[in-house]
């Protein structure tokens, strides 16, 4: 893992939602392999942002920056369902004690890191931010 300048930087929704030109490129360059997927364009992964993930209450993104410049992003919210995932999380990983199997769970919804910027640690950086600050005990 490479030593940098990387800054963190957390956004809620709202302040998400400013950052819709810099989030699809930073999209479109990590998934650019994908393109002959509708799915994957830009402007189905901002549809999808805009709709589904960002209205959800307690949603996150921490983004990667250098020199100012988005490097890479990782965002999601807190899960509405969480028996259901506690129940798929204890059969896999019979060793985690929840107090209860409603406790809350965060869901990872995106992340990326610009091809530029891999394989320097930018991307653990991003990703431990962002469940930092996280009162969930199951991500």
Known sequence: M???PVELVRYDATGTLALSDELRDVYLASNR????????SPA???ERFEELYAPIAGFELVAGRIDGRMIGYAFGTPYGRPEAVWHKALRIYPELHPVSTDAPVYIFREFAV????????????????????????LA
């Open 114 to 137: 610009h091809p530029d910027h891999r394989g320097q640690g930018f991307a653990r950086m991003i990703h431990d931010a962002l469940l930092s600050e996280r009162p969930e005990p």
């Open 2 to 4: 490479t030593a940098s």
């Open 33 to 40: 392999e994908q393109q002959g997927n509708l799915w994957y």
């Open 44 to 46: 189905k992964f901002w």
